[in-house]
């Protein structure tokens, strides 16, 4: 059967192909469209703006730049609308909505005709929602992202969302600045549209991303303002009409092999927890189990390289300037599968041989003088874990890597809100805060609450650190000594439900192991005695979904129905 393009895909079921495309192509014409213009094969553009998402204020000028790509290769550049999420205007978190997003992608992607597609997002769960939308609906995409911003000043002091955010907050908690100054560093933390300026987990996706092939060499550090990002996106709809006629697919692109090195370059640039929860969920739509204890082993031979906050000092800017993706790459390639086909139709070595040369720099280290010799993100075992839990060590204090202490427990994210900031709770700096029922149901979403803020008496204290456990996420522009992902979350039976506060808890990163101590008889009773939060049920719409569909961290908080299981493969 010859295949049918362009319009004539995925005609709408009316019993009469004929009739259907007719009455296709007389509505379309409504649109301005000639003969010549509808015979061409037809490139989708997810446009993912929102006057909502400063992430995604460019999203426009690149969809016309992608366009324009497309159209000088002769195709017809179709742009369609999706969800677009930002992290600080998502109720409850952009993470309860990023399965949503996924869906409503892939959708469009299967329902409209569309020879290829070209994904244009930015803003942290936007490029993995896309990713596995695109893993899914398996037709040739290829992923754009809007770019982080540039930094900006405030006095003296060179700033950039969002790790900056963070740490002039806590100062403002601990009473070092007034309500005036953070008003004025407010203004001044998002300089430019773009995304987080820091390698939080918008710049972790967009280079993860094009690490496993399918993103254009170069695309990641691109800043949002730069002419460049428009060049990139010209090209990316110029490569989408040569994919649709090669008919090469994400199945062809997402392997075992190129999620391994995705997973290399998050250990190097010091990246976002989040990077392994999104991984998870896009490896698990093709069937692809995310091994962590081999991503474990991974990081005693992948040293952080890239000095930007929060793990260093410079910012997304900096790194571009110092050669991007391509610098880092460089210094990976032994570690890395270069045999791994990326969306340019070469593969990775192919890609990193045809890399401009480097030069001088110190952002991007070599692999012999690191920024952190042990990995940037550790996986953890013991009986306060569970299945697993993380800790991005190159982001924790270096004394409180190996720490035993008492456990100061909050029930959810009202309690820790309620207590936190209260003069009279019984809580000393050497102490364990841990945060439940704040995992994927518990919360619900998963919110990055797991930066939990240092208790208001210690943080007038001096206090900057302390070790912190949580079933939740933390941002990738946080740090501090804080475990995350605790699997199964409290909520549905795991091991932070039957913590108490004064039980005694101990960390020890170098021997991957996070445990409490309590016997088995009572940590039998405990269990017995326990039962499920309400908060976890639904009654209808969107709610129910998630609850009754959503996993676990460790399988990436997708939903059951949307992943491909068994398993049939896993990363190395």
């Keep these: 059967m010859k295949k049918q393009i362009g319009m004539r895909r995925g005609?709408?079921?009316?019993?009469d192909e004929g009739f259907a495309l007719y009455l296709r192509k007389a509505f379309i014409k409504a649109m301005g469209y000639s003969d010549d213009a509808l015979s061409r094969p037809v490139i989708g553009i997810a446009?993912?703006?929102?006057?909502?998402?400063?992430?995604?204020?460019?999203?426009?000028?690149?969809?016309?730049?992608?366009?324009?790509?497309?159209?000088?290769?002769?195709?017809?550049?179709?742009?369609?609308?999706?969800?677009?999420?930002?992290?600080?205007?998502?109720?409850?978190?952009?993470?309860?909505?990023?399965?949503?997003?996924?869906?409503?992608?892939e959708e469009m992607m299967r329902a409209l005709p569309m020879d290829a597609c070209v994904l244009i997002?930015?803003?942290?769960?936007?490029?993995?929602?896309?990713?596995?939308?695109?893993?899914s609906a398996d037709i040739p995409a290829i992923q754009v992202a809007t770019g982080p911003m540039l930094s900006g000043t405030h006095g003296e002091e060179r700033v950039g969302a969002c790790t900056d955010c963070r740490r002039f907050w806590g100062s403002y908690r601990a009473g070092d600045i007034d309500a005036d100054e953070i008003n004025r560093v407010e203004g001044r933390l998002v300089p430019t549209a773009g995304t987080c300026g820091v390698m939080g987990t918008a710049s972790t996706m967009a280079l993860m991303?094009?690490?496993?092939?399918?993103?254009?060499?170069?695309?990641?550090?691109?800043?949002?303002?730069h002419a460049d990002r428009l060049r990139h996106g010209e090209a990316a709809g110029a490569r989408a009409m040569k994919m649709a006629e090669e008919g090469l697919c994400p199945s062809k692109i997402l392997t075992p092999?190129?999620?391994?090195?995705?997973?290399?370059?998050?250990?190097?640039?010091?990246?976002?927890?989040?990077?392994?929860?999104h991984l998870a969920a896009i490896a698990g739509r093709l069937g692809i189990e995310l091994d962590m204890e081999a991503f474990d082993r991974m990081g005693e031979e992948t040293p952080v390289l890239v000095d930007l906050k929060p793990t260093g000092q410079f910012y997304m800017d900096d790194l571009h300037r110092a050669g991007g993706t391509a610098a880092i790459l460089r210094e990976l390639k032994p570690l890395l599968h270069l045999d791994c086909m990326t969306i340019t139709g070469r593969t990775l070595g192919e890609e990193i041989e045809a890399m401009p040369p480097g030069h001088t720099q110190n952002i991007v280290r070599p692999l012999s003088d690191p920024i952190h010799k042990g990995g940037g993100i550790a996986f953890l075992k013991g009986n306060l874990a569970g299945d697993g839990a993380i800790i991005k060590q190159?982001?924790?204090?270096?004394?409180?890597?190996?720490?035993?202490?008492?456990?100061?427990?909050?029930?959810?994210?009202?309690?820790?809100?309620?207590?936190?900031d209260a003069p009279d709770l019984d809580v000393s700096k050497d102490?364990?805060?841990?945060?439940?029922?704040?995992?994927?149901?518990?919360a619900p979403g998963m919110p990055e609450a797991g930066y939990i803020p240092i208790p208001k008496k210690l943080a007038a204290q001096g206090v900057k650190d302390m070790v912190r456990i949580s079933d939740c996420r933390m941002s990738g522009t946080a740090f501090g000594t804080i475990v995350l992902h605790a699997t199964p979350e409290a909520a549905v039976g795991g091991p932070l439900a039957f913590v108490e506060t004064g039980d005694t808890v101990r960390l020890d990163v170098p021997k991957r192991l996070l445990e409490f101590d309590v016997t088995d008889e009572e940590l039998e009773r405990r269990r017995a005695a326990w039962s499920a939060p309400a908060t976890t049920h639904a009654?209808?719409?969107?709610?129910?979904?998630?609850?009754?569909?959503?996993t676990q961290a460790d399988e990436g908080a997708d939903f059951a129905f949307l992943a491909k299981r068994p398993y049939t493969a896993k990363t190395p």
């Design 257 to 277: 092999e190129s999620f391994a090195n995705g997973l290399r370059m998050l250990l190097a640039i010091g990246g976002s927890t989040n990077g392994v929860v």
């Design 394 to 420: 190159s982001a924790c204090s270096g004394d409180l890597l190996t720490h035993e202490g008492r456990a100061v427990v909050f029930d959810s994210l009202e309690d820790l809100a309620e207590r936190i």
């Design 11 to 15: 005609l709408t079921h009316y019993g």
């Design 539 to 550: 009654e209808r719409g969107y709610a129910k979904l998630y609850m009754d569909q959503v």
């Design 47 to 105: 446009n993912t703006f929102s006057e909502y998402n400063a992430c995604h204020a460019n999203a426009p000028k690149i969809v016309e730049a992608v366009k324009r790509g497309v159209m000088l290769a002769g195709g017809l550049p179709m742009e369609f609308p999706t969800i677009s999420l930002h992290e600080s205007f998502s109720f409850p978190t952009s993470m309860y909505l990023r399965n949503l997003m996924s869906m409503d992608t």
């Design 431 to 442: 102490d364990v805060l841990i945060l439940r029922n704040a995992g994927p149901k518990g």
């Design 209 to 225: 991303t094009e690490a496993m092939g399918m993103m254009l060499p170069g695309g990641a550090t691109i800043p949002t303002v």
């Design 121 to 135: 997002g930015g803003c942290d769960k936007t490029v993995p929602a896309q990713l596995m939308a695109a893993a």
